[in-house]
């Protein structure tokens, strides 16, 4: 067959899409790629090296470094879930979206049929009026609603409380996205959708959702459209490990260091990462703890660091997670599955939307300390949590447990196999 895929937002809504390119095609599939990166980020020696075609939608309106650190700190003062979306959604998708439309409508005129990122209306639209097959693809399990899971944006109150709450989020959900979609569907010839979640955000032949089962069991009133096909991770033969020199020999002089990364989150602005970096230092201090920091600089000399800490510009999880303590990280749908998939225990400093999910999952399955939250982040309250994880030895077997369960799935594999099964 010959499939399209189309997806928008940071790594941690690419990554699952190269994943899945790179299963199609070990399958002998024919497949290009849209890709729309909110920072403009170059994924064209991923797409080399896994054999499928790249297509870089841009962003006309890109913002420079420096109008994204702007936008960057407004989203995380607001905090709120639902107001981060439209923030979101007004600076980072609503300028690309016509861009967006018009390479979806080209994918659909030349693939048999398309598997688009859940926020991805425009591939939507284009495939109903192609009449070509789609499929959605979610990174996180509380986008649809169900009697069993804790809507997002709202404190878990039980589950006698997600009825009328699954309600009100559905309600805000709508107001932010619905002029949008109707807008282009009307503009199309298409008749409206009436809910976002339900009809939008999942394609009726097949939603898949890029989740473990390890972490999310198939809800009982889920239509059999949604699918928990498992974590999107790319194939072991296609990783490559390379660390910087002296890292092995750091890892080796004593105790598991503690790994911290905040991924896409971390900002590329030199002000932004010694503020973060400010805080790590004094966790790490406080907890008197050795740690790796991960930051997005090329020239890491321009950051203060001691005997306690490595710095690094980026490793591969697969290799790296396994061989450290605990992991913080931001909540970042594949950071989080990643540290499950390594059988270590987290703190999660959630950022916006999901992350805040994805840390309280956490917690439920006993995995991770007190979830922190990146606006009002203080050093104090990072090292308790870090300090609990390492109090806490059962935290450390039950991710071990739930790693080794995981290590038995293939979620690209199962992919693949639902792709192949509803779409063609």
């Not at 991770?233 to 020199?245: A, H, I, S």
């Not at 790796?292 to 660091?305: E, I, R, T, Y």
């Not at 991770?368 to 609990?388: D, F, M, W, Y």
């Amino acid at each position: 067959m010959k499939i399209g895929l189309q997806t928008w937002g940071s790594e941690g809504d690419v990554r699952p899409f190269t994943a899945l390119a790179a299963g199609l095609v070990k399958a002998g599939h024919e497949v290009t790629l849209l890709v729309t990166d909110n920072a403009g980020r170059d994924y064209n020696g991923v797409a080399q090296r896994f054999g499928f075609r790249l297509v870089d939608v841009r962003n006309p309106d890109l913002p420079s470094s420096e109008q994204i650190e702007k936008i960057w700190r407004k989203i995380i003062k607001v905090g709120n879930p639902v107001q981060q979306s439209e923030l979101i959604m007004k600076h980072g998708f609503d300028p690309a979206m016509e861009a967006m439309f018009a390479a979806a409508t080209n994918l659909c005129a030349s693939n048999d049929a398309v598997v688009g990122h859940f926020f991805v209306f425009p591939l939507r639209v284009a495939a109903e009026k192609a009449g070509i097959p789609m499929a959605t693809l979610n990174i996180v399990h509380n986008c649809l609603p169900s009697s069993q899971i804790c809507p997002p944006g709202l404190p878990n109150l039980g589950r006698w409380a997600y009825h009328s709450e699954w309600r009100l989020v559905q309600r805000m959900v709508n107001k932010i996205f619905l002029p949008r979609v109707n807008a282009l569907r009307s503009r199309e010839g298409l008749l409206p959708n009436q809910d976002i979640m339900t009809q939008t955000w999942a394609s009726e032949r097949l939603n898949l959702i890029a989740v473990s089962p390890s972490i999310c069991e198939k809800p009982d009133d889920w239509d059999a459209n949604h699918i928990v096909c498992g974590f999107l991770n790319p194939p072991d033969d296609l990783q490559v490990d390379e660390y910087p020199n002296g890292l092995n020999e750091f890892i080796a002089a004593d105790e598991p260091p503690i790994y911290f990364t905040f991924g896409s989150m971390m900002l590329h602005s030199l002000d932004y990462i010694r503020e973060t970096l400010e805080i790590w230092m004094s966790a790490v201090c406080s907890v008197g703890c050795r740690a790796v920091f991960q930051v997005p600089w090329d020239d890491l000399s321009a950051f203060d660091s001691d005997d306690q800490v490595f710095m690094v510009q980026q490793l591969p999880y697969k290799s790296i997670f396994p061989r450290c303590a605990i992991i913080i990280h931001h909540g970042g749908a594949g950071t989080t599955q990643s540290t499950l998939l390594s059988g270590r225990p987290s703190v999660v400093v959630a950022h916006m939307a999901d992350q805040f999910f994805w840390g309280s999952e956490l917690e439920r399955l006993a995995v991770a300390g007190p979830t922190q939250k990146r606006k009002g982040l203080s050093s104090r309250q990072l090292a308790k949590s870090i300090e609990k994880v390492l109090a806490s030895p059962d935290m450390a077997k039950r991710a071990t447990a739930i790693g080794a369960a995981m290590a038995q799935e293939n979620g690209v594999e199962a992919a693949v196999r639902f792709i192949e099964t509803r779409l063609g």
